[in-house]
């Protein structure tokens, strides 16, 4: 923007430049998000190594949002050992980056009504042993985040495969995954449903509220 905008406006304006966090804010950051039990993973008991801690903040480049999508991954996708603890090594860590990369093209795919490509990232995903429950949740949220009204039955497809491939398991399961990407990658695409959220969710947080209008309350009791 500030090479962009126009020079008279810039002159009335308080410029702020932002710059890419260092690599040990990165592992405040990080540490914080597995240790905070109230605005982070604090309750899934992580126990994230020193090396994972640190491939994990030099991979995200200064990018604070990069670093926190990549440890939340890493915390969703990786099973609890014997110890109760989910633990997070440089193995995981590293598995973790080539997810986020191949989830992301997943959901793209999907987004983009390219139902081949949706196919075949999520052959990559199989075949990489990603968990079929974890599939299942993007596919849902891209239905309602990405396809919304302009084609209600994608959230009951995928709502109806989440479900099945819970009770029918691998290696089944893969077929009706592709059934519901498919499906929602070749719907229609609206995002009516997030922008309705989002701007009311702002009318709410930042307007004061009034009470409800009298024809819109309950009349169901005696007296009202």
């Known amino acids: 923007p500030y090479f962009e905008v126009n020079g008279a406006l810039l002159s009335r304006s308080i410029i702020f430049e932002l710059h890419s966090l260092q690599t040990d804010d990165i592992k405040r950051l990080l540490r914080r998000a597995v240790e905070d039990t109230e605005r982070g993973m604090g309750s ?10 640190d491939f994990l903040a030099d991979m995200a480049d200064g990018d604070a949002r990069a670093a926190l999508n990549a ?3 890493a915390v969703l996708t990786t099973e609890r050992g014997e110890d109760g603890l989910i633990t997070i090594t440089l193995d995981v860590a590293h598995e973790c ?15 983009g009504s390219d139902p081949d490509a949706a196919v075949y990232y999520l052959a990559r995903m199989l075949n990489a042993g990603e968990d079929i429950k974890f599939i299942a949740r993007r596919i ?12 209600p039955m994608a959230l009951v497809v995928a709502v109806s495969a989440s479900q099945a491939v819970e009770r ?11 059934q519901a990407a498919t499906y929602v990658a070749s719907a229609p695409k609206s995002n009516s449903a997030v ?5 009311a969710m702002d009318c709410v947080q930042h307007t004061k509220i009034s009470g409800i209008p009298p024809y819109l309350q309950d009349a169901h009791y005696g007296g009202a």
Do not use: H
């Open 44 to 53: 899934y008991k992580v126990r994230l190594t020193e090396d994972a801690l």
């Open 71 to 73: 440890i939340e991954l």
């Open 97 to 111: 980056i080539q997810k986020r990369d191949t989830i992301s093209a997943f959901i793209k795919s999907m987004r």
């Open 140 to 151: 849902m949220i891209c239905a309602a985040e990405d396809v919304s009204n302009a084609d």
């Open 168 to 178: 029918i398991g691998m290696p089944e399961a893969q077929i009706i995954l592709a």
């Open 195 to 199: 922008t309705a959220i989002s701007e």
